[in-house]
């Protein structure tokens, strides 16, 4: 056998086993971070859930999800350790701002206009015209529409009248 024929399968080996060595390099990490919970830190489970440590065993671990639920997972159920400005951001919704001095924006855009009134205030404005967007019923309308109509349809059957009708030859035309 010569090199140029074993070249494909070195390199599959090669590839192999980088592949399984990073592998084996997440789970180990993925491991260290489980082993190092604490009581008190936040978690997120495999499933997607939040909750906080209260006690760490061997292969198991006490979780409380809420006021009164504690819940026992398995170690390997234990998704990520957060830290616990990203827990608060993500279970409270307590955003921790470095940069306190900056201006904070508002939700909604009321206070962005110009006007120092409220909103209601400065929807009534004088001079403004109500807009009333309800359907109303207007005969005189509906009527020359439908008049137009039947003139339409009446043109048509005059029409067709006046064309010769056309028959399948088994009558007097032959």
């Known amino acids: 056998m010569s090199l140029v024929t074993l070249l494909p399968f070195i390199v599959l080996i090669g590839a192999m086993f980088l592949m399984t060595r990073s592998a084996k390099k997440k789970q180990q990490q993925a491991a ?22 209260k006690e760490v065993n061997e292969d198991t ?8 639920v504690d819940l026992l997972f398995a170690k390997n159920a234990i998704g990520a ?3 616990d400005d990203e827990y608060n951001r993500i ?11 900056t201006e904070i924006v508002p939700d909604d855009a009321s206070s962005l206009t110009e006007a120092d009134e409220p909103a209601d205030d400065a929807a009534a404005l004088p001079g403004d015209k109500s807009v009333d967007l309800g359907k109303k019923d207007e005969p005189a309308e509906t009527e020359t529409a439908e008049s137009e109509a039947d003139k339409a349809d009446e043109a048509v ?3 067709s009248d006046e064309e010769p009708k056309k028959t399948d030859g088994d009558t007097e035309a032959k």
């Open 91 to 101: 279970v409270h919704g307590v955003e921790h701002d470095l940069k306190s001095d």
């Open 32 to 53: 260290q971070m489980r082993n190092e919970m604490q009581p008190g830190s936040g978690i997120r489970t495999i499933g997607g859930m939040y909750a906080t440590v």
């Open 157 to 159: 059957d005059a029409k």
């Open 61 to 68: 671990v006490l979780v409380d999800a809420g006021p009164g």
């Open 81 to 83: 350790v957060l830290t």
